[in-house]
């Protein structure tokens, strides 16, 4: 499965974004599906990951209250809701692919992997 990235921009703090992740290849339904951000300098993090049939979701303390992580198996891509935005939250963001049935924070778990969408919040 191929995985793109989309919807980064520059917004203040406070502000709302809505990644996306468009798969091609492969249905994304065959997948749980992940969201990681890594910030400049810094390790890659997970941030949220959804079930294959939506049924569970898992997310970061950091962003927990903030974003929504969910998925439309019928337009084969997964969301990222981003509200409250804060400067820490400034990073690139990555969608990844589980091809085992679990619920992974891990990044080594994933499989496939999309290029970034590039988030920044400005203070």
């Known amino acids: 499965v191929q995985l793109q990235a989309s919807g980064g921009g520059l917004v203040q703090a406070g502000g709302s974004l809505r990644l996306s992740c468009a798969a091609s290849?492969?249905?994304?339904?065959?997948?749980?599906m992940g969201w990681f951000r890594q910030a400049p300098g810094k390790e890659r993090e997970f941030v949220a990951a959804i079930a294959r049939n939506g049924g569970s979701t898992t997310y970061a303390d950091s962003v927990k209250g903030r974003f929504t992580i969910s998925r439309d198996n019928a337009r084969n891509a997964v969301h990222l809701q981003m509200n409250s935005l804060k400067p820490e939250d400034t990073a690139i963001y990555y969608c990844?692919?589980?091809?085992?049935?679990?619920?992974?924070?891990?990044?080594?778990?994933?499989?496939?992997w999309g290029q970034g969408t590039l988030v920044t919040v400005s203070s």
């Open positions: 290849g492969r249905t994304v339904s065959s997948y749980n």
């Open positions: 990844a692919a589980d091809k085992w049935d679990r619920l992974s924070s891990r990044r080594y778990e994933y499989d496939y």
